[in-house]
């Protein structure tokens, strides 16, 4: 994909309100209505948009445009990238759908607080409104996942482990409350992923939890599910108390499988 051009120079009238990084995007004697030369002829209006899109990022990235910044109007965009205002709002509505952008009153687009929450958002209710595949779901969680508990188990302060051994060891009082068991079950595993230290990670795994759990939730009602789940947890726990990053990670993987097969039955009987 071609680069954007490199716009230089003084904003011509009407930008004045715009933000100085808009202003300096304005190509030196360029023509309001002429368009951006955006790598060659003929280019789909989709590549510009996406290098319009991929260019307010790059702003975003540099530290040119901040959280609570609010662009100019599209008119002024357009100006400034030299571009119609279709493929401008194809770019706009795209940064909006990843939680960059949010639509403010009168049609100005506003940089969000651009955390980690926020950004999985649109991908969390993505996965939960697309065709549920459960095996690639839990392909993904375990690719996030282990590697938290692998970051936990050699991260973690001696008191945070301490709290997930009790959160796991807790678990057995609830071998035949699945109302209590879940919420116990959240806790554990939230544990488990700020353990790692790493908040997008951790952001990424709390996502990934959350599809599916109108299955999940059927699935913990199951004869002997909870209290293998509660085992599992505590063999995690435990290998993570001894320093055993290895053992914690090839336990979790048992405990994933596990979840992942009781879906897979439950899924099977509500058919």
């Given at each position: ?7 230089t120079g ?11 990084a808009?202003s ?8 309001p ?25 790059s ?7 901040k ?11 357009g ?5 119609s205002r ?5 770019a706009?509505?795209a ?33 939960s409104?697309a ?7 839990f ?24 709290r997930?051994?009790?959160l ?14 879940r ?11 700020n ?6 990670l ?70």
């Amino acid at each position: 994909m071609s680069k954007l051009p490199n716009l230089t120079g003084i904003a011509p009238a009407g930008l004045a309100d715009a933000p100085d990084a808009f202003s300096a995007l304005v190509a030196s004697g360029k023509q309001p209505d002429k368009p951006a030369d955006f790598g060659g002829p003929a280019l789909e209006r989709r590549s510009i948009s996406e290098q319009v899109a991929n260019r307010i990022l790059s702003m975003i990235k540099s530290g040119n445009l901040k959280s609570g910044d609010r662009l100019p109007t599209e008119a002024q965009m357009g100006i400034a990238f030299g571009i119609s205002r279709p493929p401008l709002r194809e770019a706009l509505k795209a940064l909006t759908l990843m939680g960059v952008l949010e639509s403010r009153q009168g049609g100005r687009y506003t940089v969000t607080d651009l955390s980690p929450s926020r950004l999985v958002a649109p991908f969390n209710a993505m996965l939960s409104a697309a065709d549920y595949d459960v095996n690639e779901h839990f392909e993904a969680r375990a690719v996030v996942d282990l590697e938290l508990v692998r970051l936990c188990a050699t991260r973690a302060s001696p008191e945070h482990l301490q709290r997930v051994l009790k959160l796991a060891v807790d678990g057995r009082a609830f071998h035949h409350d699945p109302v209590a068991f879940r919420l116990l079950d959240i806790e554990f595993h939230q544990a488990v992923y700020n353990g790692g230290r790493n908040g997008l990670l951790a952001t990424l795994s709390q996502g990934l939890y959350d599809v599916g759990l109108d299955v999940r939730r059927v699935a913990s009602g199951l004869p002997g599910v909870i209290e293998k789940s509660v085992g599992q947890h505590v063999e995690v726990a435990e290998a993570m108390m001894e320093g055993d990053a290895e053992a914690a990670v090839a336990a979790y993987r048992r405990h994933l499988e596990h979840v992942r097969d009781t879906t897979i039955q439950t899924m099977a009987r509500q058919q």
